[in-house]
């Protein structure tokens, strides 16, 4: 049976969990890798090496420094300026790895599900299928909130994190593939049927005996008349 590409055969309570997952995979690509908390405390020092500074922002790649603006002799954040690789005073352990992987794995999850929830914008799905793309977008939620084992990182524990705004971003994340994947598992929504297309010209039914013509030598036998003149 071939397959056929056809809009919205499920109707539009598929974009639903389809736009959903998009945001949520977009959230989570947010980030730049040194904006997922705010850290004070020792370690700010370490990595700066000036006790005036009072805060980094840090991500699972690298941390951004703010700079004191002139006019309102701030601290701020030049999100335009470099991330910076953390030195030796930093400390990569376990939770810090496992939180990395489990952020990237939830991207690849959640962004293969938002995609394949899109087909369904112009393929029909069985209920299996359906289903299948719930799991795919529910397992996204779930790694993205274990990604905040990375709180329990060694340089979390000898200084403060706060959230911010990679961290936040994903919150957003799982939410978004945690709710597109209840509208998943609570509605399976039944594709239309097609109607078979009717030709809408006028066409005469004839049956094979009015369409045979007569056989030269048979009794009675008689051509039918011709439909226009000729000559005319």
């Known amino acids: ?63 951004r420094k703010p700079i004191l603006t002139e006019d309102d002799k701030e601290w701020a954040i030049q999100y335009t300026g470099q991330c910076y690789a953390y030195n030796d005073s930093v400390e990569i352990d376990g939770f810090w790895k496992v939180a990395k992987g489990l ?40 790694l993205q909130g274990l ?8 340089m979390c ?5 706060s959230l911010f705004f990679g961290s936040k971003s994903d919150i957003v994340a799982a939410v978004f593939w945690f709710v ?8 399976y929504p039944t594709p239309a049927q097609r109607t078979p297309e ?9 049956n094979d005996t009015e369409l045979e013509l007569p056989v030269a030598g048979e ?3 008689q051509l039918p008349p011709p439909t226009h003149d000729p000559g005319a």
Not at 147 to 154: K, M, Q, Y
């Open 1 to 63: 049976m071939p397959v056929e590409c056809r809009l919205l055969p499920h109707g539009g309570y598929t974009l639903l969990p389809a736009v959903l997952s998009t945001m949520a995979w977009l959230a989570s690509l947010a980030q730049d890798g040194c904006d997922y908390v705010r850290v004070t405390g020792d370690v700010v020092f370490d990595l700066t090496q000036s006790e005036y500074v009072p805060f980094i922002e840090a991500g699972f790649n690298a941390y």
């Open 219 to 221: 009794s009675g036998a």
């Open 103 to 142: 952020a990237f794995l939830a991207l690849v999850f959640g962004g293969g599900g938002a995609l394949f929830l899109w087909f369904s914008s112009c393929f029909v799905f069985s209920p299996g299928t359906w289903r299948w793309a719930g799991y795919e977008v529910f397992v996204a939620s779930f």
């Open 147 to 154: 990604s905040f084992l990375w709180f329990r990182t060694e």
């Open 180 to 187: 597109s994947a209840l509208l998943i598992f609570v509605k």
């Open 198 to 206: 009717t030709d809408s010209g006028d066409e005469t039914d004839l």
């Open 157 to 161: 524990r000898d200084n403060t994190c």
